[in-house]
């Protein structure tokens, strides 16, 4: 549980939940008999009276998680409930904030507002009314005439409040809707929120807040839930009881904010079991990948992160870090899980300590850093051990990608397929491992000055048959 300072505790509810996913899980079909789970069975609910922010990695799942609550999007197994009844057959009244300003630019501010209550098929002049003392209320008086692209950020998205809650609604869901605005915009919007909210000038009995940012979570949030990845699933779910107005250097909130990272960066159990379908058919768990999710990180990000550890020390806490450089914690994450899967770094409740692998890359010079890379990738990663393995053996020492999407089709979207290869290119290009022809989509072995093949560690001969023998 969260540090008993930091204001934070379990969890009572008095009354009955809005919204309620019992065993709510997200799939994609891969094959006749495999499925990509995207969010594991999950058990959550929506009560009145709470700010809920919903924090994770990317990739986590977030979105789809507040997609299939608002009703946007199906679970592929379990069910939702508004009010106990099944969301299909129910009559919901919920809004959605976007993270893009999703305005109509060819309408005026006050017909954006208007949009869903015409929608919705309210008479003229009542819709245009309730619009009126909307706009007054989050401070767009006066702009009714202006268009979208008359307004800056700030005011853009003051339009997106506005029209979500011109419909009045039960539930008012937020998909990171602060993230496109700069500092001091985002943190007067966040108050203003938080001022209508509490003082109830608005009639939402609850609020749904998707996040990457740690401290709005817990600047704005009554309960907060962390989601771990592969596939989507909760990893804590609890109350803050800190009182408003909330500093961000008051102790209790420090500790809070740290017990929230250390539960996003600490690396999660992995389960024997794989899930079963109704059907019988079984479903692909992304914790039981034989490919490690490759993060989307440059080496030359993580040379860089290397170096800025060694300058602190060899340790540092990673979200301090993250603070002081101005950057998002969620931008900062894969360059981190880059340089653990490598070997560079070992990060422990939220500590990231460098190894002596990572300060000999970090310290070396350009080729000797390829070289050490060129290592580190071949000891970790599967995805360019195969590669790697696969132009070596064959005649003409030339493999196309589909030989490769194919593999990572049995376990990723067709996407993050795209994404996984993308990310594998790069870094063995950067090692010298191979070559690749975007013109041909092929890769072709690189040979380095006095050998004769790629470099390889010696026990890899014997590694990965059934690859090697699937290449035409």
Not at 21 to 34: F, I, L, M, R
Request: glycine share 6%.
């Amino acid at each position: 549980m969260p540090p008993e300072s930091a204001g934070a505790t379990g969890l009572t509810h008095m009354t009955d939940p809005i919204i309620q996913a019992q065993q709510v899980e997200k799939y994609y079909a891969q094959s006749k008999d495999a499925r990509i789970l995207v969010i594991a069975p999950t058990d959550l609910a929506i009560y009145p009276g709470e700010i809920v922010a919903l924090l994770g990695p990317s990739g986590s799942g977030k979105s789809t998680l507040l997609r299939m609550l608002s009703g946007l999007s199906r679970p592929s197994a379990g069910k939702v409930l508004w009010h106990g009844k099944d969301l299909d057959s129910a009559e919901i009244n919920v809004s959605i904030v976007f993270q893009s300003f999703a305005l109509f630019p060819w309408l005026t501010v006050l017909e954006n507002v208007e949009a869903p209550l015409k929608a919705r098929g309210m008479e003229a002049q009542k819709r245009h009314r309730r619009s009126l003392k909307i706009l007054d209320t989050v401070g767009l008086d006066g702009f009714e005439a202006a268009y979208p692209k008359e307004l800056s950020g700030g005011m853009r998205q003051r339009v997106g409040f506005a029209r979500a809650l011109v419909v009045e609604p039960e539930v008012l869901f937020m998909d990171e809707p602060f993230s496109a605005l700069d500092v001091l915009t985002a943190d007067n919007l966040r108050s203003e929120l938080l001022e209508l909210w509490q003082k109830k000038t608005i009639p939402t009995k609850a609020i749904f807040l998707v996040t990457h940012n740690i401290e709005e979570a817990v600047l704005l949030a009554d309960r907060i839930i962390v989601l771990g990845r592969n596939p989507g699933h909760v990893r804590t779910d609890f109350k803050v009881t800190l009182a408003h107005p909330r500093e961000r250097k008051n102790q209790a909130f420090t500790a809070l904010v740290d017990y929230i990272y250390k539960v996003l960066t600490k690396p999660d159990v992995v389960p024997t079991e794989v899930p079963v379908l109704a059907d019988g058919r079984r479903v692909r768990d992304q914790r039981q990948m034989r490919y490690e999710m490759l993060p989307h990180a440059r080496p030359g990000g993580i040379a860089g992160l290397l170096e800025l550890i060694i300058d602190l020390g060899g340790r540092t806490d990673i979200y301090k870090l993250a603070d002081e450089l101005a950057f998002e914690i969620d931008d900062l994450f894969p360059i981190v899980e880059a340089a653990q899967l490598l070997g560079f770094l070992k990060v422990e409740e939220g500590d990231a300590a460098i190894t002596p692998e990572g300060k000999a890359y970090a310290e070396s010079e350009i080729l000797k850093q390829k070289e050490l890379f060129r290592k580190a990738a071949i000891d970790h990663v599967l995805l360019l051990r195969q590669i790697t393995r696969a132009l070596a053996n064959k005649s003409d020492h030339s493999v196309p990608e589909e030989f490769f999407l194919d593999m990572l089709d049995e376990q990723f979207s067709d996407e993050e397929c795209r994404n996984q290869l993308e990310t594998a290119i790069n870094w063995g290009r950067y090692a010298e491992l191979f070559d690749w022809d975007d013109a041909r989509r092929r890769f072709t072995l690189h040979v380095h000055e006095g050998e004769e093949g790629a470099e390889l560690p010696p026990d890899e001969a014997s590694k990965e048959p059934k690859e090697q023998e699937k290449v035409g």
